[in-house]
């Protein structure tokens, strides 16, 4: 079935440290995929997101391209800062399902001053 | 702003006891979605709802229910809950098509 695998956790950078979070997938179509971000204490929010092979998604200094070739989409920024210490996790979706998302397990990140 | 609300963040039940989670959405959306939340398995679906009175099962459906009653309104119920259900629980919303909207989570102990 359709399924998400992150890198496990936990990341633990110093600050300004250059972030790579891998993600891959399995479907047996052409999904969107997404990062979500959960801050401690606080409900999952949307980071960004792709719906077509080698869009590129972008936000507060984040990014990640969907790769169909090697089915990836792999979560990068490159100077972290200690705000970004959370949990981070990596999804798809079909279109026509509802919405429905498949997570993966999530990865959590530590930055040190 | 866009607002999720579930009624309770904490909650301790003791094993065997009715529990009833409340999420309620202020956007007018047609689908909600109840998934849990624990440590390595990220978060898993239980149940979701496109429509007021309508409700699909997710992928671990068992010991739960729901109910959407109102279109704001998804409600998760465990009829008896048991010690393996403690957990956070997540509620969500969206349009079709659109981004997913989540409540805060709710953490139910069971003792």
Same mark, same amino acid.
Request: with cysteine.
């Given at each position: 079935?359709?399924?998400?695998? /992150?890198?496990?956790?936990?990341?633990?950078?110093?600050?300004? !440290?250059?972030?790579?979070?891998?993600?891959?997938?399995? !479907?047996?179509?052409?999904?969107?995929?997404?990062?979500?971000? /959960?801050?401690?204490?606080?409900? +999952?929010?949307? +980071?960004?997101? #792709?719906?077509?092979?080698?869009?590129?998604?972008? %936000?507060?200094?984040?990014?990640?391209?969907?790769?169909?070739?090697?089915?990836?989409?792999? +979560?990068?920024?490159?100077?972290? /800062?200690?705000?970004?210490? #959370?949990?981070?996790?990596?999804?798809? /979706?079909?279109?026509?399902?509802? %919405?429905?998302?498949?997570?993966?397990?999530?990865?959590?990140? #530590?930055?040190?001053? | 702003?866009?607002?999720?609300? *579930?009624?309770?963040?904490?909650?301790?039940?003791?094993?065997?006891?009715?529990?009833?989670?409340?999420?309620? *959405?202020?956007?007018?959306?047609?689908?909600?979605?109840?998934?849990? *939340?624990?440590? &390595?398995? &990220?978060?898993?679906?239980?149940?979701?709802?496109?429509d007021v009175k309508m409700k699909e099962k997710g992928d671990i459906p068992e010991g739960y229910s729901v109910s959407r009653e109102k279109k704001e309104r998804f409600s998760l119920i465990l009829e008896s809950a048991s010690t393996n259900q403690t957990s956070m629980y997540?509620?969500?919303?969206? $349009? $079709? &098509?659109?981004?997913?909207?989540?409540?805060?989570?709710?953490?139910?102990?069971?003792?």
């Amino acid at each position: 079935g359709d399924s998400v695998t /992150q890198m496990e956790g936990p990341v633990t950078l110093s600050e300004e !440290a250059f972030l790579t979070i891998n993600c891959t997938y399995t !479907a047996t179509g052409y999904p969107s995929l997404f990062w979500y971000v /959960q801050y401690p204490g606080e409900g +999952l929010q949307l +980071l960004l997101k #792709a719906t077509k092979a080698d869009d590129k998604g972008s %936000n507060k200094g984040f990014e990640a391209t969907y790769r169909k070739e090697t089915t990836s989409f792999h +979560l990068e920024k490159g100077s972290v /800062q200690v705000s970004d210490s #959370a949990v981070y996790f990596c999804a798809l /979706q079909f279109s026509g399902g509802y %919405n429905k998302l498949i997570f993966g397990a999530g990865t959590r990140l #530590a930055v040190h001053p | 702003d866009v607002k999720v609300t *579930q009624s309770s963040r904490y909650l301790v039940k003791r094993t065997g006891e009715k529990v009833f989670l409340e999420c309620v *959405q202020d956007m007018d959306h047609e689908n909600m979605f109840w998934y849990r *939340q624990d440590p &390595g398995l &990220g978060l898993r679906l239980i149940y979701f709802s496109y429509d007021v009175k309508m409700k699909e099962k997710g992928d671990i459906p068992e010991g739960y229910s729901v109910s959407r009653e109102k279109k704001e309104r998804f409600s998760l119920i465990l009829e008896s809950a048991s010690t393996n259900q403690t957990s956070m629980y997540l509620c969500a919303s969206t $349009p $079709p &098509g659109g981004e997913l909207f989540f409540g805060e989570g709710s953490r139910l102990t069971v003792l």
